[in-house]
């Protein structure tokens, strides 16, 4: 999967995304829309922007 950032708004699916989104995607996806000019890739998340990781789960 690849990430990137939108340069300008965009719609897929009927779903409008804005300028700076943020989006993962699979690789041909990602490289369609760089190709194009709507993005470019995006910088890696920062060290606190990462989901927290969830929980083991205890054993019963």
Not at 35 to 48: E, F, L, N, Q, R
Request: charged share 20%; glycine share 8%; hydrophobic share 40%.
């Amino acid at each position: 999967m690849t990430r990137i950032k939108l340069k300008s708004a965009h719609t897929h699916a009927g779903r409008k995304y804005p300028a700076g989104a943020e989006l993962t995607m699979p690789a041909p996806q990602a490289d369609w829309l760089i190709g194009i000019g709507v993005a470019m890739p995006a910088p890696p998340p920062a060290a606190g922007d990462e989901a927290p990781a969830k929980p083991p789960k205890a054993k019963e």
